[in-house]
């Protein structure tokens, strides 16, 4: 009953109004899109019925097609390289007290979560431009240096929240056991790491699956991923097709996040 | 003696762990800005490019404009009214995730643990949502032909459906709805941490709701409302994709301007400039966000 009475206190006039609101406001658009995207209609303005044709237009599209293998690559790579620095680059930085210059270590690990998405992709456009033409190469190369660049910082911060709250006494006693450095770290620290390891290389995959500006910039001809492929479809008239592939890559982001969630959950 | 190697080399290890990532991020995120402060003092080339000559001209060209005929320096007006128009927008944009924010962070905090890790989630999924999708499902929220003017229209509100998509609102609307949950997500971790018997002490001090309020509660979260501002404030300036798709090309932001330097008006320097401008901007606000935090932090 106290506790009834403290929650009558808190509750401030509107608030919850004012937050069921703002929930309503959120899901309202994103739940007209994934409707749409069902819509038998061919006109984005008019209800036609129910029916999968901008799912089978859009899977039958090439254009889609390869934007879509495209994405998976890049965010599949980029993903393995950020995570494997970060891994690295976690273990560098985390239970080992502090050293001179880890400031500017986290400084740079960090760097692509404070510089504007534009600025970085200005750079990387000047940068990459100069060396296509220095070496004529213009494959997904460039594309995946970048994405695995910003992805760091989002690969590196579950890995250390996971190692700064693991027990050093395993490693211990595996050391104390003869065990040499390289052993303990395989068949102690990562197999305990790896919840961490695998919920950053989820997060660096649906940040990478997601970007749009630097892409937008970085990319050679014929390089789009989705949601470049979108944006330049804004342009043109609009069909439920890029609704059908915006619901796709939605239930990818939901999938992978309900698992990040159901892992590092299980950590607590 | 030995501990003084032993940090050394913990130094050492810690660098030499680290190397990968630094050099990954130095090639294709740090590294390359250092080549836009040196084209910012270059020339135009004459299709795209730059011509290497030392010139400040990109930097005087973001605020001022040199008459071709006569040479008269005049402010240019055009420049300063996108820079106007951002920062306005983004001010805008903070102050409404601010108002719909609080309540929502606030109604999180109080449910019970259950309620409160769904309640989190589903702000968390937006979150993670591509930000070209949201922007798009707003766009057709409010397009004219869209569910808001279609709901307007039926109930007799409206005769005609109201041009809100590529105007200066709609842009404004989109930000706001982009940007909400990183206005929610800092409040939340300061409101959590907020011991709500201190409000009932407070109570029990014969104090007023707005005394509670002003005296006990916004303290304590201060670290929080600064952050989510900050957190909001700076990715709405530097602000492409919402202003792009909803702006409709006519009502640019500084990201946009800069973009167009890259395209079109072909005027790297210029290009380069502005965006050192953003990023100074940007930078200012986080220090002032990091140095308010490290105040207020009762660990220290």
Not at chain 2, 21 to 48: H, K, M, N, Q, T
Request: positive net charge; contains cysteine; glycine residues 6%.
């Amino acid at each position: 009953m106290a506790r009834r009475r403290s929650f009558d206190v808190t509750r401030l006039p509107g608030f919850t109004a004012i937050a069921i609101l703002a929930f309503v406001l959120l899901y309202a658009p994103i739940v007209t899109l994934v409707i749409y995207s069902f819509n038998g209609s061919s006109s984005v303005n008019l209800w036609g019925g129910f029916s999968l044709q901008w799912y089978r237009i859009a899977f039958e599209n090439e254009a889609v097609q390869s934007a879509a293998v495209r994405s998976f690559v890049i965010a599949a790579s980029a993903s393995m390289i950020a995570t494997t620095v970060a891994t690295l680059a976690a273990l560098g930085t985390t239970r080992r007290g502090k050293f001179p210059g880890q400031t500017i270590i986290y400084v740079m690990i960090n760097q692509p979560l404070m510089v504007p998405e534009i600025v970085t992709a200005v750079a990387l456009l000047i940068f990459f431009a100069s060396i296509k033409i220095a070496t004529g190469y213009t494959g997904l190369g460039y594309l995946i240096l970048a994405h695995s660049a910003f992805c760091v910082p989002f690969a590196y911060l579950p890995i250390r929240a996971r190692l700064e709250g693991m027990d050093s006494a395993m490693e211990t006693a595996a050391a104390d056991l003869y065990a040499s450095p390289v052993q303990t770290f395989r068949h102690i620290t990562l197999p305990l790491l790896m919840p961490g390891v695998l919920a950053g290389a989820m997060l660096a995959f649906v940040i990478s699956l997601d970007d749009v500006i630097i892409t937008e910039f970085v990319k050679s001809a014929g390089q789009d991923t989705l949601p470049t492929y979108m944006l330049g479809q804004l342009r043109r008239a609009l069909t439920p097709e890029v609704n059908a592939i915006s619901t796709v890559l939605l239930a990818v982001t939901i999938v992978i996040l309900t698992a990040f969630f159901l892992m590092t959950r299980k950590r607590d | 003696m030995r501990a003084k190697t032993h940090r050394r080399s913990k130094g050492l290890n810690g660098w030499l762990l680290s190397l990968p990532a630094l050099v990954l991020l130095l090639i294709a995120a740090s590294g390359p800005l250092l080549i836009v402060v040196i084209y910012s003092f270059l020339e135009p080339g004459d299709y795209s490019g730059v011509r290497w000559t030392f010139s400040t001209d990109a930097w005087f060209r973001i605020l001022f404009q040199r008459d071709i005929f006569d040479g008269t320096v005049s402010l240019a007006d055009a420049n300063l009214s996108i820079f106007w128009r951002s920062v306005k927008l983004s001010l805008a944009t903070t102050l409404i995730a601010f108002v719909l924010g609080l309540p929502t962070a606030w109604f999180i905090a109080t449910r019970t643990p259950a309620a409160r890790a769904v309640w989190l989630f589903l702000i968390t999924i937006p979150f993670w949502t591509n930000l070209l999708i949201r922007t798009f499902a707003i766009m057709e929220v409010i397009r004219n032909q869209g569910l808001m003017n279609t709901a307007l229209i039926n109930l007799g509100l409206i005769e005609t459906p109201i041009q809100v998509l590529y105007t200066d609102t709609a842009v404004l609307i989109g930000m706001a709805y982009v940007y909400l949950p990183l206005m929610v997500l800092p409040l939340f971790a300061a409101i959590d941490r907020f011991d709500f018997k201190l409000i009932e002490a407070g109570y029990d001090l014969y104090a007023s709701r707005m005394g509670v309020l002003r005296r006990v509660v916004l303290p304590i979260i201060r670290p929080g409302i600064v952050a989510g501002c900050i957190l909001v404030f700076v990715p709405s300036l530097g602000a492409y994709v919402t202003p792009r798709v909803l702006g409709g090309g006519k009502n640019m932001m500084i990201g946009n301007f800069i973009e167009l330097q890259f395209g079109q008006g072909q005027n790297w320097p210029l290009g380069s400039a502005l965006s050192m401008v953003l990023l100074i901007v940007v930078l200012a606000a986080l220090l002032i966000y990091t140095r308010v935090s490290s105040r207020d932090d009762p660990n220290g």
